[in-house]
């Protein structure tokens, strides 16, 4: 554990030299304009939207979120740096991974990620995730990366567990969506947790 605040460097913006980051099975790169097919299928569907607590975007909605995706940004706080995710090999975008910036003076990021459903079940957003907080803490220079979840979306708090990161907060009917109220999860880890885990 860390025991004070001055034992990391402050969060800087990835290098886009450093991609494409191809892992075991995936490659992640920036997302680009000839991607927007593929991103629009599982945007547009209601049961990926159904733990992030809005409403598919639709028509110019849409588009103006894809846009935004293609300019990953990460130097103020807020910004957030999008990657596309592929099957090594073949170019289709089965998915994204995001990394927040959500304090840059206190070196804080946060994860997330948005996979089209019918690629479930391979471990894909597992292997993502994973690459992306290597970044995040090994280039980047982040002390913690956290991830909000939905307490009801058992596939996500599975993933966070598997990659170590430990639940922090539950947060009791912190959101709302359409008059339903739903529970969050934090799950957060460390660099010096992330540097000391088993290679």
């Not at 554990?1 to 402050?10: A, H, K, P, V």
């Not at 945007?43 to 909605?61: M, S, T």
């Not at 957030?80 to 995001?98: S, Y």
Request: aromatic letters at 12%; glycine letters at 8%.
């Amino acid at each position: 554990m860390d025991t004070g605040r001055g034992d990391y460097q402050m969060a800087a913006m990835p290098s886009l030299d450093y991609f494409p980051l191809v892992t075991d099975r995936l490659t992640l790169r920036p997302i680009r304009a000839a991607d927007f097919p593929a991103y629009a299928t599982y945007h547009g569907r209601a049961d990926v939207y159904r733990f992030l607590y809005a409403a598919p975007p639709q028509n110019q909605a849409l588009e103006a979120q894809f846009l935004d995706a293609t300019q990953p940004k990460f130097a103020e706080d807020g910004d957030v740096f999008r990657l596309a995710v592929t099957l090594t090999g073949k170019d289709e975008m089965i998915g994204e991974v995001l990394l927040k910036l959500a304090n840059q003076s206190a070196a804080q990021g946060e994860v997330g990620y948005i996979f089209n459903p019918a690629w479930a079940g391979h471990g894909y957003a597992v292997e993502a995730v994973k690459a992306l907080v290597r970044v995040g803490f090994e280039q980047a220079g982040l002390h913690r990366i956290f991830a909000r979840l939905d307490a009801a979306n058992a596939g996500s708090v599975a993933l966070m567990r598997r990659l170590g990161f430990r639940r922090e907060a539950h947060l009791i009917q912190n959101d709302c969506f359409d008059g339903i109220w739903g529970d969050e999860f934090i799950y957060a880890l460390l660099r010096s947790e992330w540097m000391a885990r088993p290679a």
